[in-house]
């Protein structure tokens, strides 16, 4: 309940959370493209890239308002992505490697802008380190409003150009051939997300913000095959992250906010690839383990089957000893004869014999016409 | 020897070292997990440094390439469920163990010197205090030492396996068909990753790690075709930005890391530019050139449809052509020009002839 109680009175909490659940709805939204395109460490460099921007900015206004920074975080991500498209679409070079390559000369550019700055005697540059590694609880209240207005735009612009994503995400040449101007649309959409990602910056850091972009979203996809789904479920899971962690990280000292959120959304991941339905790896263990039982059961009724063609009466019995000899998986026959059992194909005939009934000789000539016509 | 010296050859040295293995990342479209990995080793780190209580064990050098391999094992481990794609299972797997070691550095280690600052960012100029002492001698800065035997180290495996990184980076199908195996030279690599990075992300943080194992590659990328010769301009690109950043961060009095990685994007985007047959000029020259080269081989094929028939006079007029070939008439009055120029025509009475190399051109482009 101390929780609950905690985010009705206390102010500064309030605040937090609520910018760091908005950032998790615009960041799990957004991700969603990035992570279908292939393109989810494209966050990681915008974040990395948005540090020379924050320095130039401070440099030549000499203010260190949050508005300021942020626009020149958001140019110079912006003007890294540009780069990264030009080296991709005009040289051999992979998306990879750009990536890498864009990533660390801009932040390294950034360093020197950095130290460079120290130097000047108005400079104390202790409000840019946030930046750096993210501090939630110097988020105002002006802050999260800008947040809000900004990620307003953001998903109205989502809502209008919903169908040409949608196209870029899935098949880009078809959207050409039909007119689209692919490339404005791409251009928007990393516009969109260098707008998440640094808004981000303040609250889990440089580093930690490329988890918000790919983790809702890699858990999202895991429940559902439809886009809208994803991304709504993509930016639930956000929102729930950013909450839990900020609450996580004010309950516990010494619990910073960045990586408690990063560490919640990862967790939802766990979850998300084990349990979700259909995909999970929970569930496709249990169906493998299906599988191989009906398999295994399969092999014995045809063993059964061989033997009771030596006979004139196909419900001759036989030993179960002989059909553990006959399979190659020999402990796994007793379960599958009390299967067999079950579905009364087979049954006990006294003394470690087994025969089959009227249905498991229908059953085992169509499973012998089936792996027929297969062959 | 002088401090400034012995940081340049300290930069120098961690340049080549981080080359070498960043050409294979680079070629195996694996770029970005030297990024992961030069963040995930801050846990190993943490981990390490609680474990043995100091930073200047070789324990915790151990232990941070350890966590390398971790992190390449966790990613191959997520890719191979096919539940997500291999780009995001980078991107879930390092942030969970950053996050891990900020939080064990914020809850334990508080009041140590052990930041997360001087993991990323690195202070190359502090690099010669820390001096490597044997029986009261002098051996020179310790960074030195250890980065020139992980240097030694680069260099022997992949002159030892250079036939088997080579046969794995360009035709992985064929090298498991041969009978070499994948995953053994995939983590061999990745172990040398890690092992370099944890050896230079000490004295020159992690991000320049990322831009020395991934910038000088990508530059000699387009530089090259050859394998051998990538290692070789790779190497010499580290080297050239290490010391002309060191040189920049001296004169502005900035941090040497930044302006090292400053200096390989610079060189990366000269190379980009003019790089002689793959950099962008040469892309839109030979553009250029093609576009060209297209539209007098259609005036050629058009010229040689008509020569020496009845109606020639009119098709191949200078002042018809555009209009059987669907031209605007600026555009087919300066391929006109070009192929008068190149020879490919000539005049005869305001009649446009093909010459012999000519006929050559339009026989060609009919064939192909």
């Known amino acids: 309940m101390n929780i609950l109680t905690d985010i009705n ?39 990395h890239a948005a540090l020379p921007g924050i320095a130039v900015a401070f440099f030549f206004t000499g203010n260190k308002t949050t508005t300021i920074l942020l626009i020149g975080a958001a140019l110079s991500g912006w003007l890294a992505t540009l ?65 809000a207005i900004l990620a307003g735009v953001a998903v109205l612009a989502l809502m209008l150009l919903w169908k040409e994503f ?61 886009l809208s789904t994803m991304v709504l479920l993509s930016a639930v899971f956000g929102v729930a992250a950013g909450v839990s962690g900020s609450l996580l990280s004010s309950r516990i000292p010494k619990l910073p906010t960045g990586p408690t959120i990063v560490l919640c959304i990862s967790t939802v991941v766990l979850f998300s690839i084990f349990v979700a339905p259909a995909r999970g ?95 | 020897m002088q401090p400034q010296v012995e940081i340049q050859l300290i930069a120098a040295v961690v340049a080549v070292a981080c080359a070498l293995p960043g050409v294979f990342l680079v070629l195996r479209r694996m770029a970005m997990m030297s990024d992961a990995i030069s963040h995930a080793i801050l846990f190993g780190i943490v981990v390490a440094f609680l474990v043995v209580e100091s930073l200047g ?22 890719f191979k469920t096919r539940l997500v794609k291999e780009d995001a299972a980078i991107g879930l797997v390092f942030p969970v163990l950053f996050s891990i070691g900020v939080i064990l550095i914020s809850r334990f280690a508080g009041n140590v010197h052990l930041d997360i600052d001087a993991v990323l960012l690195g202070e190359l100029a502090f690099a010669p205090f820390d001096r490597l002492m044997f029986n009261n001698h002098d051996l020179g800065p310790k960074a030195l030492w250890v980065m020139g035997g992980i240097l030694l180290l680069n260099i022997i495996l992949i002159v030892l396996f250079f036939k088997e990184l080579k046969l794995a980076s360009f035709d992985e199908g064929l090298a498991s068909a041969l009978g070499f195996s994948p995953a053994l030279i995939h983590y061999g690599l990745m172990s040398q990753v890690s092992l370099t990075a944890v050896g230079a992300f000490d004295a020159v943080g992690s991000i320049l790690v990322v831009a020395l194992m991934i910038g000088p590659p990508t530059s000699a990328y387009l530089l090259t075709d050859r394998l051998s010769r990538m290692l070789s301009i790779s190497a010499a690109i580290g080297v050239i930005s290490a010391v002309s950043g060191y040189w920049l961060a001296h004169w502005w009095d900035v941090n040497i890391a930044g302006s090292i990685a400053t200096m390989i994007g610079l060189i990366f985007f000269l190379i980009y530019l003019f790089a002689p047959r793959r950099g962008v000029v040469a892309l839109l020259r030979r553009r250029n050139y093609q576009r060209w080269h297209f539209a007098e081989s259609m005036l050629a094929v058009h010229l040689l449809t008509h020569l020496g028939q009845p109606e020639e006079a009119r098709e191949c007029h200078r002042d018809e052509v555009h209009k059987h070939l669907n031209w605007q008439e600026n555009h087919a009055k300066r391929v006109v020009r070009r192929a008068l120029q190149d020879g490919y025509v000539h005049l005869d009475k305001d009649i446009l002839r093909l010459t012999a190399i000519g006929k050559k051109l339009a026989g060609k482009a009919v064939v192909e």
């Open chain 1, 166 to 226: 949608k196209l870029l995400s899935f098949d880009e040449d078809f959207g050409a051939t039909q007119g689209f101007a692919m490339n404005r649309i791409n251009l928007m959409l990393t516009t969109l997300l260098v707008v998440a990602i640094v808004l981000g910056l303040q609250t889990v850091g440089v580093v930690l913000m490329s988890a918000m972009i790919v983790a809702p979203a890699a858990a999202a996809r895991q429940w559902t095959d439809k």
């Open chain 2, 57 to 78: 064990s070789p324990f915790l050098v151990f232990g941070a390439a350890l966590t390398g391999v971790l992190t390449v094992s966790m990613v191959e481990g997520l």
């Open chain 1, 281 to 375: 790896l929970l569930w496709r263990w249990l169906r493998r383990r299906r599988n191989r039982r009906q398999f295994r059961a399969e092999a014995v009724l045809l063993d059964l089957m061989d033997m009771a063609r030596h006979h004139p009466n196909l419900e001759h019995p036989h030993a179960a000893a002989v059909l553990h000899t006959l399979n190659l998986d020999g402990r796994a026959v007793r379960n599958s004869l009390a299967e067999l059992a079950e579905r009364e194909l087979v049954r006990p005939a006294g003394a470690g014999l087994w025969s089959l009934t009227q249905a498991g000789i229908a059953e085992a000539q169509q499973l012998e016409r089936r792996f027929q016509a297969e062959d």
């Open chain 1, 9 to 47: 009175f206390d102010y500064t909490l309030r605040i937090v959370a609520l910018g760091s659940a908005i950032l998790g709805a615009l960041s799990g939204a957004l991700g969603a493209f990035a992570v279908l395109r292939k393109q989810s460490l494209i966050g990681d460099t915008i974040s």
């Open chain 1, 83 to 147: 780069f990264i498209l030009g080296i991709v679409k005009a040289t051999r070079i992979k998306l990879d490697s750009a990536l890498g390559l864009v990533l660390s000369v801009f932040f390294g550019f950034g360093l020197v802008m950095l130290t460079f700055i120290q130097k000047r005697p108005d400079a104390n540059q202790a409000g840019l380190e946030k930046f750096l590694f993210g501090q939630a609880a110097t988020l105002l209240a002006a802050d999260v409003q800008m947040m």
